[in-house]
């Protein structure tokens, strides 16, 4: 991406509606009498890419899950551009927004094209056979995460990085301006990390997605979002862009953990150095 053109994106972002592409507002999220989250205020801007971070167990996809519906607020509302997300039918919500969830898995023995096909579920009517628009909608998915070579084979046959990008491809197949994707890196090496970040960016940049992803590697994080949400035991501490609001008191604060901030050289964002227990002061 040129110097231009990244700025180009970023004029045509703040043309974007003010009004978030998702928001929950003081949801209460809890399993039964667990509850995870109280009074949790969170916006999704329109277009942006959306980083969430926060410790093991702080609720992350548990928002993740009320974000897309799956997760039935005990009180507050999700509103899906501005209209309550429970108001919605599952269709309709599919036709807006897909969900990659954390450690997603396949049935058994599944094919890539037919994992990738089930994408297309929301645009079906039960009396209409599979159309042009699915079939286009699965090989322009499968192109834009390079797995259109594997097409016949077992998803059970890929390393991890390529199945990755075959439920990415799922997603982009239901043809969704939103994408929810929780921890989509986790396992994968860093060389199929940064692929696999930098497909998201292109998302993003190029055709236009609101990208929402939890994310566990922090500069990674701060290279590619936009917008940073931190969480801590069900609450937000921070949010807003990673140059204004990433500072040690603020890791410190939602990690428990002592770091140096640097300035990456590579993106000009910040660039958390742990100190770990032996240079901890
Ligand atoms: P994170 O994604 O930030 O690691 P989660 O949202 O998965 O955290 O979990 C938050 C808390 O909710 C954890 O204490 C977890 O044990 C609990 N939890 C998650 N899923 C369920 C579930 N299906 N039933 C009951 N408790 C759950
Ligand atoms: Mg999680």
Redesign the pocket.
């Known amino acids: 991406m040129t110097q231009q053109s990244s700025q180009l994106s970023s004029i045509e972002k703040e043309e974007l509606p003010a009004q978030a592409a998702l928001s929950t507002q003081s949801v209460t999220l809890a ?1 039964e009498q ?1 509850v ?1 989250a109280k009074d949790l205020s969170v916006d999704i801007p329109h277009g942006k890419f959306t980083v969430i971070v ?1 410790p ?8 993740l899950r009320s974000l897309s519906r799956l997760l039935v607020p005990q009180s507050g509302e999700i509103l899906l551009n501005g209209k309550n997300i429970h108001s919605q039918s599952t269709k309709e919500v599919a036709k807006k927004l897909g969900l990659l969830p ?1 450690s997603a898995i396949a049935p058994d023995g599944i094919k890539v094209i037919d994992l990738v096909s089930r994408g297309r579920f929301p645009h079906q009517k039960w009396f209409q056979p599979w159309s042009e628009a699915d079939q286009q909608a699965v090989e322009l998915a499968m192109q834009a995460t390079g797995v259109i070579d594997y097409a016949e084979l077992n998803v059970d046959q890929l390393s991890g990085g390529q199945r990755q990008r075959v439920w990415v491809a799922m997603a982009l197949a239901q043809e969704t301006s939103l994408l929810l994707l929780d921890e989509p890196t986790t396992y994968l090496d860093i060389a199929h990390q940064i692929e696999l970040m930098d497909l998201f960016q292109d998302l993003n940049q190029i055709q236009g997605h609101t990208l929402v992803a ?1 994310l566990h590697d922090l500069n990674h994080a701060c290279r590619y979002a936009d917008h940073l949400i931190m969480i801590k035991s069900g609450q937000v501490i921070a949010t807003g862009a990673p140059n204004e609001i990433v500072t040690e008191a603020i890791i410190q604060q939602v990690f428990g953990l002592s770091c140096l901030i640097l300035t990456d050289p590579v993106s000009n964002t910040p660039l958390i150095i742990p100190r770990g227990r032996k240079t901890a002061n």
């Not at 093991?56 to 928002?63: E, H, P, Q, V, Y």
């Open positions: 399993y667990n995870i926060g093991n167990g702080c609720g992350k996809s548990t928002l954390q939890v």
